[in-house]
């Protein structure tokens, strides 16, 4: 069926901008990080410079090279995101497989906890854990997925006690397969699309979270963030150095968001007929 | 008045000897029938000829036949002309050779008369009418030649000329293998009333419907060696020698329901003759012609013969030479006293909440048998069949595999469990995952098995697949009839149709080798010629392995052709069960008689619910649909009961009586 799935994301309009945004994002960014010479934090330059030939975005007011600076955001911004989500999936899959197989007390606990940590703003925690505790970004990212792994892990477990009582699986179990054997040739291959759809999601969340706790100050302030560097430069907008130093962290940002959610959507149209199905 | 005492035969055939008789015991009695059964080549005709002194010259032989007590074996030809045809007559199976071609058939009958009674020819023409009239063949026949008679007028011929002389001993080779429908039940009415007169009849057919009508003994002869002795009416129903039940299963009556069944693999014949062993002893051999499976060709003189195509053969049955014991009013050679007892369930009941879903059921299947489980939708029947296949589990009662407890057995080894019971689902495509190869779904219970199931598969990844587990595969497809070409094997369930997906779950289930298969609804999602391939398959999987098999089934139509034994189910209870062609003819349970009377499209007796009348919990589950209810059905389950004599169980306390063909004539008459 692996093949089947190709053929019909490659004729949905929404994968096919969402992709070739994404791959497009990801040459101007790595290549762009080769030809950027200089070091982010060289604050050495004459601040506040015009776009020239040496400094195609120009420099800020702390004398540092604005290319340089936006090539070093982004990359901090999706890893955050990559981490966050990925972390957030671990844990939804390991804490919605547990509730479904286990069942019982264990999945209530499950269960009962995630719909507690649902019900809090994600936002209000991590504005209370960074503005207090001022961890490092990486501690950040999972205390984010902390946060976000109910999603999954609710539908994980949901689709999981579906396929508990399907044919093959109950098969497998009369045949004497072990819970492991059946959760690793059974069950994860048949949940693949939530794990997709769900990292999507969760990847776009984290990296909105990143550039609107860095926008609110609540990261390191040396840190090179996207919001970090739209809230700096915000207060010099009546200035016209906002053309080459507000724009592009703002369009960069926005194609991120983009791309990510013409993916999510399209991968949704997909899968979700056939999770239905199922 | 004939003894047989442990009588064997070697026919000499240039450097081997052929071994036809084996240390045969059996007596011939006035007014008694005994039949002889079994293949061919199996030493039946041999038998009648050494009763009649008529071997060849060179057969050596041993033991002793007695007639009245007096020794047979060792008269010569002239004592026992006198014999043959006053005392002993045989009627012939190659009826035409037989017969003397250039003169009447007449004449030929009244030989006997003439040459033993000294009868004058026109007296003994006379008598030799009046006789050749009574086995029906008119006047005008009488004087025909014998090409131009029939083959049964020939038959009845020559029962005449056997019978001209009344003999006190005859001997029927084949009689009724000529004859159709109409003259078979003459005979079976002429054998009665010689049976009357005190006659002492043996009787050698492959018909067993005659043997079951006429006879009193029957003796299951295999490869000259006698496996079974038992009354003849057990013949069909009650039988303890896999080969008899083989053997019965193979032959069309008009009672049988199910689809015929066979004796695996081929007859072959025993050859004698002897080694000299390195230490200079000598030892006798038994050569097997066509058992290849032996090295050189030897078989050990020790072991049961039926052992390579037994199906129910264990390494004991080659070891101790196995002698003929009592078993119930049966005598059986086999090591494991006949055919085993595979599974019981015993009082087992199972609920799911409030919901009953098996109430005190009791269940025992003997190993190679058919068990068909029917009953209406929610009438517990796939439980019933889960809990005997260690699926599911019951919450009281005991349930035995191969005389040990499955549940100990599930909690102790539940791989080796696993691999003694093979289920398939009811929807085919729904029991495979469709993300799983052909060659992963079939290897799947070994990968289960294989704790390194995930170096194996990364090792197939890279081209090199466990030879052994490839082979058990391989074979499994090709017991389904699949193709095992490699292009097969990596196909994906979606890729196949509905009666491939059901083969390969077939497959699946028998890649272990297993011992018993419950099959839930196997063909219920199949359309009706895709569901004829996958009977077929399972009845032809069951002849060749000897397969145990509960088939579940809500269809009466599906159950009628495959099963041994139907168990009727009814909300969780067993309302009847027993012989499927007593199930079927002379149901017993009115339940069961509306199944069958559904399935035909006749509803003879359907009526609205009488009343309204609650049931209380302990009553008849059917008491409120049943015509036939009495007033005590209400309150309490009746009791189990059984129609004499046979292994027909069922419960009701006002059982249908009138069976459903005679019910249609006495209606039909009353028109």
């Not at chain 2, 032959?251 to 015929?260: E, G, S």
């Amino acid at each position: 069926m692996k093949h089947n799935i190709f053929n019909v994301l490659i004729i949905n309009r929404w994968f096919v901008f969402g992709i070739i945004l994404a791959v497009l994002l990801v040459i101007v960014f790595t290549a762009g990080a080769w030809f950027s010479r200089y070091d982010p934090y060289n604050a050495s330059f004459s601040p506040l410079s015009p776009p020239s030939a040496r400094h195609w975005l120009g420099v800020n007011d702390g004398g540092m090279d604005i290319f340089s600076e936006l090539m070093y955001a982004v990359r901090n911004t999706v890893l955050f995101g990559v981490l966050s989500a990925a972390a957030a999936l671990a844990l939804g899959i390991f804490a919605g497989l547990t509730a479904a197989w286990k069942g019982g007390l264990t999945g209530n606990i499950l269960m009962r906890l995630s719909e507690v940590i649902m019900s809090v703003p994600p936002v209000m925690i991590m504005i209370i854990v960074a503005s207090f505790m001022r961890p490092s970004a990486v501690t950040l990212a999972f205390t984010l997925s902390l946060v976000s792994w109910p999603t999954t892990a609710k539908a994980i477990r949901s689709q999981a006690l579906a396929l508990r009582e399907r044919m093959h699986v109950r098969a497998a179990r009369d045949m004497g397969g072990t819970s492991s054997y059946i959760i690793v040739r059974h069950l994860l291959p048949e949940l693949f699309p939530l794990y997709l759809i769900g990292f999507i999601a969760k990847l776009r969340m984290a990296v909105f979270m990143e550039a609107s706790l860095a926008f609110l100050g609540l990261f390191d302030p040396a840190r090179k963030s996207i919001g970090s560097m739209i809230r700096y430069a915000l207060q010099y907008y009546y200035l016209d150095v906002w053309l080459n130093w507000l724009i592009p962290p703002v369009v960069c940002f926005s194609l991120i968001i983009m791309s990510i959610t013409f993916l999510a959507i399209s991968l949704e149209e997909v899968f979700d007929p056939r999770l239905k199905e199922i | 008045m004939v003894e047989i005492e442990n009588y064997s035969a070697v026919y000499q055939d240039g450097n081997h000897s052929l071994l036809a008789l084996d240390r045969v015991t059996f007596s011939l009695n006035e007014g008694y029938i005994t039949v002889l059964i079994g293949e061919s080549g199996s030493g039946k005709t041999t038998m009648a000829n050494a009763i009649m002194g008529l071997l060849p010259k060179n057969t050596v032989t041993e033991g002793s036949i007695r007639l009245n007590g007096d020794e047979l074996t060792h008269l010569d030809d002239d004592s026992y002309r006198k014999l043959r045809w006053r005392t002993m007559a045989m009627v012939f199976q190659n009826s035409a050779a037989v017969l003397n071609p250039v003169q009447r058939i007449v004449n030929q009958v009244a030989e006997p008369l003439i040459y033993h009674l000294g009868i004058k020819k026109e007296e003994a023409l006379q008598i030799t009418e009046k006789k050749l009239a009574h086995m029906s063949i008119s006047s005008d026949e009488m004087f025909r030649y014998p090409h131009e008679l029939s083959g049964g007028q020939i038959q009845r011929t020559l029962f005449a000329m056997a019978l001209i002389l009344n003999p006190r001993v005859l001997i029927l080779d084949e009689p009724t293998s000529a004859m159709d429908a109409a003259l078979k039940a003459f005979m079976i009415s002429l054998l009665k009333e010689l049976k009357s007169k005190g006659t002492a009849i043996l009787l050698i057919t492959h018909d067993l419907d005659l043997a079951v009508k006429t006879a009193d003994e029957a003796i299951m002869l295999y490869l000259g060696q006698i496996m079974e002795v038992l009354p003849a009416r057990d013949l069909m129903q009650t039988l303890f020698h896999p080969c008899t039940v083989a053997m019965c299963r193979s032959f069309p009556t008009m009672d049988a329901v199910r689809d015929l069944g066979g004796m695996r693999g081929d007859a072959f014949y025993r050859y004698t003759h002897v080694h000299r062993l390195s230490d200079g002893k000598t030892e006798p051999h038994v050569h097997i012609a066509a058992g290849a499976d032996r090295e050189g060709g030897h078989a050990p003189i020790l072991g049961c013969l039926f052992r390579p195509r037994c199906t129910q053969a264990v390494e004991e049955c080659g070891r101790t030479s196995i002698q003929l014991t009592q078993a119930g009013t049966h005598k059986v050679r086999c090591v494991r006293g006949g055919i085993v007892d595979l599974l019981q369930l015993k009082q087992i009941k199972k609920a799911y909440g409030r919901i009953t879903a098996v109430d005190n059921a009791s269940v025992s299947l003997r190993a190679g048998e058919i068990l068909t489980i029917v009953g209406e939708t929610g009438s517990g029947k796939t439980t019933l069949a889960m809990i005997a296949a260690g699926a599911i589990e019951q919450d009281s009662g005991m349930r035995t595999f191969k005389d040990r407890t499955i549940d100990e057995w599930i909690k102790n080894e539940r791989f080796s469990f696993a691999s003694e019971v093979g289920i398939i689902y009811q929807n085919p495509a729904e029991s495979v995952s469709h993300r799983f190869t052909v060659y992963d779904i079939v290897a799947e219970p070994l990968h289960i098995q294989n704790k390194s199931s995930g170096a194996a598969a990364s090792k197939k990844r890279s081209g090199t697949q466990n030879e052994e587990e490839r082979k058990k595969v391989l074979n499994a497809l090709t017991d389904v009839h699949l193709p095992v070409e490699p292009d097969f094997l990596m196909r994906h369930p979606h890729e196949l149709n509905m009666g491939a997906i059901q083969r390969l779950c077939i497959a699946r289930a028998l890649v272990h080798d297993p011992v018993l298969i419950v099959a839930d609804e196997p063909t219920s999602a199949l359309d009706p010629s895709v569901q004829a391939k996958v009977i077929k398959l399972l009845l032809n999987l069951q002849i060749e392995k000897g397969l145990t098999i509960i088939f579940v089934t809500h269809d009466i139509g599906v159950a009628r052709k495959i099963s041994d034994r139907i168990c009727v189910m009814l909300a969780g209870r067993i309302v009847e069960i027993g012989p499927a062609s007593k199930i079927i003819n002379e149901p017993r349970h009115p339940y069961t008689e509306l199944l069958i009377d559904s399935a035909r499209g006749e509803l003879i007796h359907f009526e609205s619910p009488k009343s309204e009348q609650s049931v209380s919990p302990d009553g008849c589950p059917f008491a409120n649909r049943c015509s036939r209810r009495v007033g005590k059905c209400l309150e309490m389950n009746p009791p189990c009961s059984n129609v004499q004599g046979q292994s027909h169980l069922f419960w009701c306390f006002n059982p249908v009586v009138l069976f459903s063909y005679d019910k249609k004539m006495r209606t039909d008459g009353e028109k």
